[in-house]
């Protein structure tokens, strides 16, 4: 299902946080906004799936201004991990995974055969099966994002938004969840599942993302394939970095490294 973000400004307390972004995320891709700390990624998202509203422009999903759908309607259509979210649940992680159903039931509804074969095929994709019964308190950070996306996934969304999916999580399970999303977004969803994602690691950005929206200054100021946005000239530009583009012996993705620009002279 399509995500259009149209010419999208938000302001707060007299500040303009974002100004007329413009971006698009097509069914069976995986699209990153990508920018420095404070250039408008999380405002962006957070209109996305409903928790602010713009000052202006709109966001559409399949077509329909998300603002405008029912609270119901609109989890059935997109599931949203924020960057900042509560996990001291006091349940287990069966419990927590369920919680993704609520959108599908009716009103004090029990739950059914269906909502426990799609919480049980939410944590396997996750490969968190074997948590089901244990207190979602006593996981690991990795174990506990992966239980999150899997409350997610139960939601069976046709989008799914991801604001930093990886922050506190070691390489491996970076990887590990980045490879997830990639796969559902290819997976078994008619169509693919859109996922739009913020991501803070340039070359995790550049591995696993079909397309990257640059933003800087709450503008959108470069988009497309990883390799023909992450220049040499926009990383310095937008990052304040000197870049050096290689190419992963395997997969071929272009990554890259980094050092200090060199710091100008001042005046004599």
Known sequence: MRVDVEAL???????????????????????????????????????????????????????DDVHGLTAREGARRLAALPQEVATEFGFTVAEVVAMGRLPHQRAAARTSAADRDACARALGRVGAAHLADRSFLTLSGGEKQRVLIARALAQEPRVLVLDEPTNH??????????????????????????????LHDLNLAAAYCDELYVIAGGTIVASGAPDDVLTRGLLAEVFGVRAHPVTHPETGAVQLLFDRLPSRPGPT
């Open 169 to 198: 999580l070691d390489i491996a399970q970076q990887l590990e969840v980045l490879a997830l999303v990639r796969g559902r977004a290819t997976g078994d969803v008619p169509g693919g599942l859109t996922v739009l994602t913020a």
């Open 9 to 63: 400004s938000v302001e707060v307390a007299g500040a303009r946080l974002v100004r007329e972004v413009t971006l698009t995320a097509s069914s069976g891709r995986l699209v990153g906004l990508v920018g420095p700390n404070g250039s408008g990624k999380s405002t962006v998202l957070r209109c996305v799936y409903r928790a602010l509203r713009p000052s202006g422009g709109t966001v559409r999903v399949g077509g």
